[in-house]
């Protein structure tokens, strides 16, 4: 019975240790996941560095089985008390007579019993999987299409840094005149100054606008159209008809709506209307940050002048050429009737649009970015002056992101700063890209507005 009970613990001991077993295959599954994105992102940035078309593949299901199989045995060699003769005697008949022979051999077989108890065990796991080659027409035009600012301000509100992302994002920014200006010679919405974020290192107005201006989004919803004064339905020619049901069905707030408020005197229903509602968009905002923390920004402060028209600009320390956004959707230009050989600086009005990339320009983007750098065993993608990708040669270290084309291996240095940055950048890659997956409209490149 003790032996009985020793194998039962040591098979229960062996059952204990299936769970451990799932969640160890189950971490597995998924780091093998992660390693196979990253690896993929990280390939297709090398490829748009070194001027490849880029190609999407993504793992679409893994399932494993796990079988776990326990065996016991036990051996026994039972040996009895005290000292066990093994005497012999044999008998044989012959012609002459009777034989017997007798042997005495004292073998001792005196001890304890042994017991040689076993278990076996064997755990065995087939994953399955299936590799998606993601090259169909919906997959394309969901990644070629422009980002929507709901989706810049949803990563930038979840912890994404801001200018990161606005740095890899917005491919270029126009400044048009809202108004006419006396002082500068422009019809309006003629292009007053652009912003190309071209991966330029010394992009010193790229700069001041990513530093001194914090971007977000928000809905607005454009005024309704007028259709019909409510009295053509409350009321017939005598004046007696009132809003059936069927009429009250039809406002619903969506398609058609009221403007104004119907009251109790039938003849006041002649200054109600039935609209039909705008469409609500999302649009961006430019908030300057607060002046003194950045003392290189521009402001432009709130004070007229006795007409009611100058405003007071402080400029950056060191002003940047060209022309100057100075926010409250202001643009700081020289004046078109400066005196000869001077530069009198005015104040125009202008609209703002932004142009934002699609998830796929954001890897060519950074490829192109990476293929300007300056040659050599790091090469670095800056945007006005700060890193947003750094490319090391080489395997790298364990741990490190890595990939391989033509040969030639490629890694993210995870314990270098730039090698942080470059993580954040590849994790905000991979979510754009999963976020724009699929799409059955055709891809379009749409310019947003932004408020200041």
Do not use: W
């Not at 040689?116 to 035009?141: A, C, L, M, R, W």
């Amino acid at each position: 019975m003790r032996q009985l009970i020793v194998i039962s613990s040591l098979v229960a001991l062996a059952g204990c240790a299936v769970p451990k077993t799932v969640q160890r295959i189950g971490v597995g599954y998924n780091t093998a996941v992660a390693n196979l994105t990253n690896e993929v992102t990280l390939l297709n940035v090398v490829r748009a560095k070194e001027g490849y078309p880029l190609h999407y593949t993504s793992v679409s299901r893994l399932t494993g089985n796990l079988t776990m199989r326990v065996n016991g045995g036990f051996n026994a060699q039972l040996k009895q008390d005290g000292i066990s003769s093994t005497d012999s005697a044999s008998t044989t008949n012959a012609p002459a007579g009777t034989t017997t022979v007798l042997t005495a051999a004292q073998a001792v077989a005196e001890g304890g019993n042994v017991y040689t108890p076993s278990v076996g065990g064997e755990v065995s796991t087939s994953p399955s999987f299936d590799v998606i080659v993601n090259d169909g027409k919906e997959f394309y035009q969901g990644i070629s299409s422009s980002i929507s600012p709901e989706t810049l301000g949803m990563l930038i509100e979840q912890a994404f840094e801001p200018r990161e992302v606005l740095s890899v994002a917005i491919a270029r920014v126009d400044f048009r005149l809202k108004s006419a200006s006396p002082h500068y010679a422009g019809k309006a919405g003629s292009l007053v100054e652009t912003i190309n974020n071209d991966g330029t290192r010394d992009d010193t107005s790229l700069n001041t606008l990513f530093n001194c201006y914090a971007f977000s989004t928000e809905k607005q919803k454009t005024e309704g159209t007028i259709l019909a004064p409510v009295s053509r339905v409350t009321q017939d020619d005598r004046g007696g008809r009132r809003l059936s049901m069927q009429d009250l069905a039809l406002l619903d707030g969506a398609k058609l709506d009221l403007k104004g408020a119907l009251g109790a005197d039938p003849e006041d229903d002649v200054k109600v209307t039935i609209v039909r509602p705008g469409a609500s968009s999302t649009v961006g905002r430019f908030t300057p940050v607060d002046p003194d923390k950045s003392l290189s920004c521009p402001l432009v402060a709130q004070r007229f002048d006795d007409h009611g028209r100058s405003m007071t600009v402080r400029l950056p320390a060191t002003p940047p050429p060209g022309r100057v956004f100075a926010g409250d959707g202001k643009m700081l230009v020289a004046a078109s009737d400066s005196p000869k050989g001077q530069a009198v600086l005015t104040l125009v009005d202008v609209d703002i649009l932004m142009t934002i990339r699609s998830p796929d320009a954001v890897v060519r983007f950074v490829g192109e970015c990476l293929r300007k750098s300056v040659p050599g065993t790091v090469t670095t993608c800056a945007v006005g002056g700060s890193t947003v990708f750094e490319l090391h040669a080489g395997a790298g270290a364990e741990g490190d992101v890595s990939a391989t084309l033509n040969g030639r291996r490629y890694h993210i240095a995870k314990d270098t700063p730039g090698g942080l940055i470059s993580l954040r950048t590849l994790s905000l890659i991979e979510r754009l890209i999963n976020l724009h997956k699929s799409s059955t409209d055709k891809a379009v490149t749409q310019a947003v507005r932004v408020i200041s």
